[in-house]
């Protein structure tokens, strides 16, 4: 069974900095395209970053690019995201989700973590 | 403003088949299928279509379909546990992002 664990949310002041964590079973990590997407309080779906299965090529939403780096270490079956001089408009759940062999698309989700930013 | 178009909010009546749509463009929707997620009261999203297959486990009256630019998902015989908010998704290659539409509120009346 695919499983997806965020970890790492919490609360943080405007300017600090934050990693997010998301632990993966059931698949073949290192086979497979990841993402970070997140959901502010009472808005939509909306897309953070991607990565490669090996890491050497990302994508990000042009406000989080200079700020936010997406990772992985496929020995720890791990996807990061480490997120620096944190915004209010960062404010969160960060879902982590994985694409299938594929697609452009998500087959599966992460259950979320919360990133609150505030002083 | 969403790369992708859907409807604010659908309505129906259990038994009844809803159809939502999603309008992109040639760049995203006219190039890529499309995955559909379901958000029961801001849970964790969960894939209920990609393209115009179905995930293990969503039941069959889900389905899906694409005509140009615009992709659907159609409920058939609506149940009241598919009260929920709908997103629609895919690449961009111009923007080289994943897009997404800015959900559709179904509720089941």
């Known amino acids: 069974e695919v499983q997806l664990v965020e970890s790492g949310g919490g609360l943080v002041q405007p300017g600090g900095s934050l990693r997010l964590s998301c632990a993966a079973s059931?698949?073949?990590?290192?086979?497979?395209?990841m993402s970070w997407v997140r959901q502010a309080p009472g808005k939509g779906l909306e897309w953070v970053a991607n990565?490669?299965?090996?890491?050497?090529?990302?994508y990000y939403l042009d406000s989080v690019k200079g700020r936010f780096t997406i990772s992985r270490d496929n020995a720890k079956n791990s996807l990061y995201l480490q997120m620096n001089s944190l915004r209010a408009e960062d404010a969160a759940v960060y879902y982590c989700?994985?694409?299938?062999?594929?697609?452009?698309?998500?087959?599966?989700w992460g259950q979320g973590t919360l990133v609150t930013v505030s002083s | 403003q969403s790369a992708l178009t859907q409807e604010a909010s659908v309505s129906g009546t259990v038994g009844q088949k809803v159809t939502l749509s999603c309008t992109g463009n040639?760049?995203?929707?006219?190039?890529?299928?499309v995955g559909w997620y379901q958000q029961i009261s801001h849970g964790a999203p969960k894939t209920v279509m990609f393209?115009?297959s179905l995930p293990s486990g969503i039941p069959d009256r889900f389905s899906g379909s694409k005509s140009g630019t615009t992709a659907s998902l159609t409920i058939s015989g609506l149940q009241p546990e598919d009260e929920a908010d709908y997103y629609c998704?895919?690449?961009?290659?111009?923007?080289?992002?994943?897009?997404f539409g800015g959900g559709t509120k179904l509720t089941v009346l």
């Open positions: 998704s895919t690449w961009d290659y111009k923007l080289s992002g994943q897009v």
């Open positions: 059931g698949f073949i990590f290192s086979s497979y395209w």
């Open positions: 990565i490669k299965q090996d890491g050497n090529e990302t």
């Open positions: 040639s760049n995203n929707i006219g190039y890529y299928a």
């Open positions: 393209g115009d």
């Open positions: 989700a994985k694409y299938p062999g594929n697609g452009k698309y998500f087959d599966y």
